[in-house]
């Protein structure tokens, strides 16, 4: 069979084409392919770091030591990631020392007892914690004793 000058012509257009098509679309989805693997383990390894960042956990706090003192409840901060009790204590010599200490999340303190309205300003309570590893005026709470004899953990 022989084709004439045009039609050849057109059979090599059609075929070059199809050809580029046929490239442009193997290169093309696979160089997408490559770039959605490559941004999912740049997200993945991006959502990580927050996570490594935030959970120092005990290397935070002292957990050699356990501090039961008198205090105040000066603040009550039913949130997420950590509920936290903001309170006065009174140190050795008298002074005054507020103090800030962390928790659970709040589906983990409603499984042991609490609540947001458990604790108010101004309730005297007695708390056992462990300071920080740095001497600051944060803590881990360990237990907390109400006025009225309640114990929360």
């Avoid at 499984?111 to 005297?124: A, C, E, F, H």
């Amino acid at each position: 069979m022989t084709f004439s000058g045009a039609a050849n012509n057109s059979y090599a257009l059609v075929h070059r084409v199809g050809l580029r098509l046929l490239v442009h679309w193997f290169l093309g989805n696979h160089w997408r392919l490559q770039m959605k693997g490559t941004v999912l383990v740049l997200g993945l390894l991006l959502m990580a770091i927050p996570v490594f960042a935030h959970h120092g956990g005990t290397s935070l706090y002292d957990m050699s030591k356990e501090v039961t003192t008198e205090a105040t409840v000066t603040e009550f901060l039913w949130t997420n990631p950590h509920v936290e009790i903001g309170l006065d204590a009174k140190g050795d010599r008298g002074k005054v020392r507020h103090w800030i200490l962390e928790t659970n999340s709040t589906p983990v303190m409603v499984n042991r007892g609490w609540n947001r309205k458990i604790l108010q300003p101004g309730d005297v309570i007695k708390v056992t914690f462990n300071p920080s590893q740095r001497g600051g005026s944060v803590g881990r709470l360990i237990k907390l004793n109400k006025a009225d004899g309640t114990e929360l953990r």
